[in-house]
């Protein structure tokens, strides 16, 4: 199993960015998709899921309603739009999954900062 994310940056408050999430080594189709993050100093968070076909989404109650998990698992991706960015959501970001065990990826940092 494999998880590559980018897209991570620096972007002013209220900013937007779009995190991806590239995946190999399992069955990507079958599986639900995950992003946490961990801020500096804190332990990890969860931010969002999407069922593995795409149909159903949760979120964070820090980031509903500005961010928007998706997939396309043709590519075997995973995407996180963020918009309305805020300080609070400073962190480095991981997407993940559960086979046997969690698996996550190096992680991309985003920071929100004037």
């Known amino acids: 199993v494999q998880l590559v994310e980018s897209g991570g940056g620096l972007v002013q408050p209220g900013g937007s960015l779009r995190l991806s999430c590239a995946a190999s080594?399992?069955?990507?189709?079958?599986?639900?998709m995950y992003w946490v993050r961990q801020a500096p100093g804190k332990g990890l968070e969860w931010v969002s899921s999407?069922?593995?076909?795409?149909?159903?989404?949760n979120y964070a109650d820090s980031v509903k309603g500005r961010f928007t998990i998706s997939r396309d698992n043709a590519k075997k991706i995973v995407y996180l739009q963020m918009n309305s960015l805020k300080p609070e959501d400073t962190a480095l970001y991981y997407c993940?999954?559960?086979?046997?065990?969690?698996?996550r990826g190096q992680g991309t940092q985003v920071t929100v900062s004037s």
């Open positions: 080594g399992f069955t990507f189709s079958r599986y639900w």
């Open positions: 993940a999954m559960d086979s046997s065990g969690w698996t």
């Open positions: 999407i069922n593995a076909d795409g149909g159903g989404t």
